[in-house]
Nanobody
Framework: QVDLVESGGGSVQAGGRLRVSCQASAVYTSETACMGWFRQAPGKPREGVAT???????QYADSVKGRFTISQDNAKNTLYLQMNTLKPEDTAMYYC?????????????????????WGQGTQVTVSS
């Protein structure tokens, strides 16, 4: 069982920055080795933003590459998403997800079903 709690969302103007966090509690550390961030805007499907594995680097959607950075602090059991140069189209509910198989994760085709656990989400709103 993995519990995920996101925080750090908010409202910023275009060009600003935010960092969202995901505090994880898991019985087995293997369940939080492979994690990711998704987002869902109103009326749109949930999409993968970035994924990471504790033994590998991160993968990023083309829409955020160069602006967002995903990272893990294993000592704190926390996943982060640093978002810079935010755009109005980044406005969405951001969700943390855990328990994936890195060998089968590709950001271009990542799906909700690739992850076993989800947080409740944190809202990010970017105004123009």
């Amino acid at each position: 069982q993995v519990d995920l709690v996101e925080s750090g969302g908010g409202s910023v103007q275009a060009g600003g920055r935010l960092r969202v966090s995901c505090q994880a509690s898991a019985v087995y550390t293997s369940e939080t080795a492979c994690m990711g961030w998704f987002r869902q805007a109103p009326g749109k499907p949930r999409e993968g933003v970035a994924t990471i594995d504790s033994d590998d680097g991160g993968q990023y959607a083309d829409s955020v590459k160069g602006r967002f950075t995903i990272s893990q602090d294993n000592a704190k059991n926390t996943l982060y998403l640093q978002m810079n140069t935010l755009k109005p189209e980044d406005t969405a509910m951001y969700y943390c997800a855990a328990d994936c198989d890195w060998a089968f994760i590709s950001i271009r085709s990542v799906e909700e079903a690739d992850f076993g656990y989800w947080g409740q989400g944190t809202q990010v709103t970017v105004s123009s």
